[in-house]
């Protein structure tokens, strides 16, 4: 990765304001590697979430999409917290609202409502309990009920109905824009190019492509699994942001993308810039009204508590 003059400026600067204001970066595995770089924690969505309650700081700046923002207000609405892009966010999260999710219920009653935390505050806050894609199988498998609505989607709820038989899962038909382009073709050819690399994928892709995996997880499992694993070479089914830790941490190891078409154009969006704009100047600032606070606290509280 070549740096410009200016980036190295904007990284003292960063460094200088963060000391200085007693803030701190948290930044998801598949922000651009200059801002994986510099953030004080990089992860999964999970980890992002429990950072939120532990960092001591004032300010946290989330490099990421808006809900991880607001999960981070949500976690720690004493904080002043920072979403450097506003607009910068998840069109899965907008494929469901509180209206729709009150109709799902209405038609399917006593069913405990399961969040995928890829969603707005106020659907956490008429959510019963919230996951990621690192616990959504032992938070459904902790659940006293036969019967679990899910919510927005409906690739993880498929994946989750895979490994949790015994209950049915009925699930809202959203999806990842991005995991949803890949196609099972895809792994057929990437098998013939790279016959000894496993295929390591995200359970926001497709159940055809999913099934087709030699190892299933969220990004940073992934991360961990190709670190672990003694193959030389790896084949990754998700958005093209992890493989920068990938490479870094694994420079004997070949990683490749699983398709061109793996990148999130909202998880690109951030630069250095507006991490430094966001620092000097205070903006961007996410708010979240007390009662949805208070409703959606309860689900991701939920949510961090099962072991
Ligand atoms: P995880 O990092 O939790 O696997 O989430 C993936 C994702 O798509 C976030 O938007
Ligand atoms: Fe949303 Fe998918 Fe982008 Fe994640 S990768 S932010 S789920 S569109």
Redesign the pocket.
């Known amino acids: 990765m070549t740096m410009e003059l200016t980036d190295i400026r904007l990284i003292e600067e960063i460094k200088r304001l963060k000391k200085e204001k007693n803030a701190i970066v948290l930044a998801?595995?598949?922000q651009i590697p200059e801002i994986q770089d510099i953030a004080d924690i990089v992860?999964?969505?999970?980890?992002?979430s429990q950072e939120a309650v532990n960092v001591d700081a004032d300010i946290i700046v989330m490099s990421?999409?808006h809900?991880?923002a607001e999960s981070v207000k949500i976690l720690s609405p004493e904080k002043k917290v920072l979403l450097p892009v506003y607009d910068a966010g998840?069109p899965?999260a907008d494929m469901v609202d509180v209206d729709g999710l009150r109709e799902f219920k209405k038609k399917h009653p006593n069913a405990p409502v399961v969040c995928y935390?890829?969603s707005s505050a106020e659907v956490k806050a008429e959510s019963d309990i919230c996951c990621?894609?690192?616990n959504a199988v032992n938070i459904v498998k902790s659940l006293d009920s036969d019967k679990v609505l899910f919510v927005p989607d409906k690739n993880l709820g498929n994946y989750i109905q895979t490994q949790v038989p015994e209950k049915e899962i009925i699930v809202w038909e959203g999806f990842?824009i991005?995991?949803h382009r890949v196609n099972p073709q895809e792994i057929d050819a990437v098998r013939q190019q790279h016959p000894d690399a496993p295929v390591l994928a995200?359970?926001?892709c497709r159940p055809e492509v999913v099934a087709k995996a030699d190892f299933v997880?969220?990004?940073?499992?992934?991360i961990k699994k190709a670190g672990k694993m003694e193959n030389k070479s790896f084949v990754i089914g998700?958005?093209m942001g992890v493989l920068h830790q990938l490479r870094t941490n694994n420079p004997g190891k070949k990683f490749y993308l699983l398709s061109p078409a793996l990148i999130?154009f909202n998880?690109k969006k951030t630069t250095l810039k507006d991490i430094y704009n966001a620092l000097l100047k205070e903006e961007k600032e996410i708010f979240v009204k007390e009662e949805i606070q208070r409703g959606a606290l309860k689900s991701l509280q939920r949510m961090l508590q099962v072991k």
């Open positions: 998801h595995n598949y992860g999964d969505s999970l980890k992002l990421g999409v809900f991880m998840c899965m935390v890829n990621t894609s690192s990842c991005t995991h995200h359970p926001e997880g969220s990004t940073s499992e992934i998700t958005e999130c998880m």
